[in-house]
């Protein structure tokens, strides 16, 4: 079992920065790919950006360029620095990570999401 707890949501303006955190209750370096989701009311949730344990990122285009996924293993943490916000990045933001076992198929972990909202 893998536990996810994101943190740092909260209330932006138009064009400020924002940093969510995800803290891992195991080492990241076991998990394969870490990831950045959101919702936003009515709508589906979708991915922000993802990290594979090789370093490999990727993000939405609705994102890139002002969004950032990092890690630090030593403290079992993943970020997500968001800059030059927009009201429509307001959502939920979740955390994930998709751990295949050795012998069994890909589970997929999700924290409990913060609220970001990004407004005047």
């Known amino acids: 079992q893998v536990q996810l707890v994101e943190s740092g949501g909260g209330l932006v303006q138009p064009g400020g920065s924002l940093r969510l955190s995800c803290a891992v209750s195991r080492s990241i370096l076991s998990i394969n790919v870490l990831g950045w989701y959101r919702q936003a009311p009515g709508k589906q949730r979708k991915l922000v950006a993802t990290l594979t344990s090789s370093g490999s990122t990727n993000y939405d285009d609705s994102v890139k360029g002002r969004f950032t996924i990092s890690r630090d293993n030593a403290k079992n943490t993943v970020y997500l620095q968001m800059s030059s916000l927009k009201s429509e990045d307001t959502a939920v933001y979740y955390c994930?990570?998709?751990?295949?076992?050795?012998?069994?198929?890909?589970?997929?972990?999700w924290g409990q999401g913060t609220q970001v909202t990004v407004s005047l």
């Open positions: 994930n990570a998709d751990v295949r076992r050795l012998s069994g198929p890909t589970y997929r972990y």
